[in-house]
């Protein structure tokens, strides 16, 4: 026997969660639910729908694009540090918003500045959460982000409400002083040192990953020390350096296994469609003759599907025992075919049917999206796989909105738009099941050959 170290898997924990729903419920919300400001403030400024598109997704994405260096500060210094830069970063870019007159303006402070407080905050929350808990992980992120579902619920009201007695600026400047309390959750997030406990295990007396990886490191020190000395007489040999130290630095190796990679390309797809869905619904329900009082209802529909099965998602992939990366499967699958029957009906109780029934798929997968990674990737590399991840997911958000976008102006409609986004969430879908089947091919080589 011997005793470990080991997450608290609660405790502390419990207040990591809270911290995590109180960023998500005003980070994502108000993301979502700003559509509703900015389609009147962009149709004031002339702006077309590729522009305004242009902006969204650029706030959507140019945040993620920083990714890996969010990864390496996160490496380097704690959580709470990265996170009170985040809330400033965030507080101050909605600020400056609330003042945009011009498209270069909303670009800089919106699609910038505001875009790399929200990513950082989610980084930041994710891995504490992550680091927090092992056994109870899908447990503790359903009920966070069984929380943070009560703002697409709430903040389509409020802003609903705000914007009959205020002008479009107030409010976002309102959403400005709402985003302030960011801070909270950051200021919240101790070192999880602080929290570890003991655990016996029956492994044999070895050193643990971590441990592991901290001898692994002091070795590469004295051998890259070693090697700067003997490469002071050979150039080639200080560029391998370098580029061993970047290496090493991002966890670039990662990008190695093609199952990883299969992983990263298949998350970025599927995000990119939904999240371009989640900030075009307002825009397409207006298309389809929706005024503002129904497109608020129709998302607080939404949001109240989404909240319920957030909570039971854990609960429904622990009784099917079906891991994370599945359980987002089966959710993308259902997402798919809801989506095709927004075309159907313009109906609206018909769209509440259909909002009621997003909202299921969408907190389903809601929680097993943030697992996919982390159940795969060992805990000491999750900063730069969370970080390598943000990048893939801004690229293809930066790519496909502006695509997005063009379809709109040239087709004058939203619905060639949602067909895209299926196909591209398909594409995922397609590209998991293959590399089901090949390493199903493989194993059962692999026996074959054994049994021979």
């Not at 400001?37 to 959507?60: C, H, P, R």
């Not at 990513?119 to 056994?135: G, I, P, V």
């Not at 099917?320 to 095709?340: E, G």
């Amino acid at each position: 026997m011997k005793s470990i170290m080991v997450p608290p898997d609660g405790g502390y924990g419990w207040v990591i969660v809270f911290a995590n729903a109180l960023s998500s419920f005003i980070i994502i919300a108000l993301m979502q639910n700003l559509g509703l400001v900015f389609k009147d403030t962009f149709a004031e400024l002339g702006y077309s729908a590729m522009q305004g598109s242009f902006i969204i997704n650029v706030n959507a994405s140019f945040g993620k694009l920083t990714g890996p260096i969010t990864g390496v500060l996160l490496k380097v210094y704690d959580c709470r540090k990265i996170g009170m830069l985040a809330a400033f970063l965030l507080t101050v870019g909605m600020v400056l918003t609330s003042f945009c007159e011009t498209f270069p303006l909303f670009f800089a402070a919106y699609g910038i500045l505001t875009s790399l407080g929200m990513q950082m905050s989610e980084s930041t929350q994710r891995l504490a959460l992550n680091l927090y808990f092992k056994k109870k992980r899908s447990i503790a992120m359903g009920y966070a982000v069984t929380i943070a579902g009560f703002g697409p619920i709430l903040l389509p009201q409020l802003i609903r409400f705000l914007m009959k007695i205020y002008t479009t600026q107030e409010v976002i400047l309102i959403s400005a002083g709402v985003c302030a309390h960011v801070f909270i959750s950051a200021i919240i997030l101790q070192p999880v040192k602080w929290h570890m406990k003991l655990e016996e295990t029956k492994e044999p007396t070895q050193h643990t990953k971590e441990e592991q990886t901290e001898l692994l490191v002091e070795e590469d020190k004295k051998n890259g020390a070693e090697k700067v000395t003997e490469s002071d007489k050979n150039s080639e040999s200080i560029f391998r350096n370098i580029l061993n130290n970047i290496t090493k630095t991002f966890d670039l190796d990662l990008l190695k296994d093609p199952v990883f990679d299969n992983i990263l390309i298949g998350l970025a797809l599927a995000t990119f469609a939904e999240l371009n869905f989640s900030l075009l619904i307002p825009f397409i329900l207006h298309d389809f003759g929706l005024d503002t009082d129904q497109i608020a209802a129709f998302l607080s529909t939404l949001g109240v599907a989404d909240i319920i099965f957030r909570f039971f998602g854990p609960y429904i992939g622990n009784y099917f025992t079906k891991p994370s990366r599945l359980m987002y499967a089966y959710a993308l699958t259902i997402l798919i075919v809801i989506r095709f029957s927004l075309l159907i009906s313009k109906n609206f109780y018909v769209l509440l049917g259909i909002a009621f029934a997003l909202g299921i798929a969408k907190g389903v997968r809601k929680v097993y999206m943030w697992l996919v990674i982390p159940d795969y990737v060992p805990m000491e590399k999750l900063p730069s796989a969370g970080g390598m991840e943000a990048l893939a997911n801004g690229l293809s958000i930066l790519v496909g909105g502006p695509i997005l976008g063009a379809l709109r102006d040239a087709t004058g409609s939203y619905v060639i738009c949602i067909i895209v986004m299926n196909c591209v969430t398909i594409t995922t879908i397609v590209m998991w099941l293959l590399e089901a089947i090949i390493v199903k091919y493989k194993k059962q080589n692999l026996s074959k050959n054994k049994s021979r």
